[in-house]
């Protein structure tokens, strides 16, 4: 029994030395201490052994067991280390190559839009206000000066969400007008940006779009100020010398009542595609408060007067950027929104 296990001892020394990989070690493994293996085979032995043959090569067979059992899972880890060091020295990275570039998001053109002539009405002294897109009769058409079954209410094609308690989805950001100076006594400068709803669509028109609502209210507000606040904001949201041309018009909440027409941005007011010929644009509505609505929210009209103006969103947009279908901001593809 000394000599055999002396024997494997002494092949297990050398074929432990010339094991390279990790399928050698493994066999040795399986040769000598898996199920059938030599030294499982010696222990399964023991059983027929004296009690003191036991006592002498219990020790020894299970010493020898031990040790192979080490030295194996000592090449082991030897092998896993140098496979490793192997592969990184192959896989070296090179530090000096530029990074991948990761995709980010950008705000939406419509977004970009509000933000922009936020920013421009704020160097005017507006603050920024908001108001509900669920909304009564009362805040969307009555308060502001439409009459009950006035034609004026068929200009807007309204969504009614139930009738008993006239709610309704605003049609223009118009209604945050009358929460504002229901609000705040004056001075009021507010620009209200926001969704409105309308059931019409098609190439043209989207159910929903957005709007900025103008709103100044304060001792001797006059039509020069609106025309001046006007021509300051389009200069600055479309070229520095764009004019502006005020066409007399009809608006419920205001009186007098304008549309504003740009210069065309595309042809400089030469005549194209985009402005019909005609060189002009229209971009807003506006008009002074009139004054059954600062009655309505009790402002005493006597006293106070005011300018106000809404415009598209989406129009903005496709003229800043020469959009030719609004079906494109609300398709939301990346190569379309990644231009802004
Ligand atoms: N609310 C109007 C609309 O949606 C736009 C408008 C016109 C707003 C004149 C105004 C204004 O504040 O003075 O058609």
Redo the contacts with the bound molecule.
Sequence with gaps: MHKQVETIQNDFASSIQKCLDLETADKIRVDLLGKKGTVTELLKGMKDLSIEDKKIYGPLLNQLRDSINSQIEAKISQINKEIMNKQLLSEKSDFSLPSQKTKTGTLHPITQVIYEAESIFKELGFVVAEGPEVETDFYNFEALNFPHDHPSRD??DTFYLDTKENHLLR????NV?IHVMKKMAPPVKVIMPGK?FRSDSDVSHSPVFH?I???YVDKNVSFANLKATLQYFTQRFFLKDTNIRLRPSY?P??EP?VEVDVQCVICGGKGCGVCKQTGWLEV????MVDPNVLKNVNIDPEEYSG?????GVERLAMLKYGIDNIKLYYDNHAYFLEQF
Excluded at 284 to 287: F, R
């Design positions: 200009m807007h049609t223009h950001t118009s007008q409105v709007q609502e103008g709103l608006f909440f205001t009542s807003l509505g506006a008009g300018f106000a103006f809404g415009m």
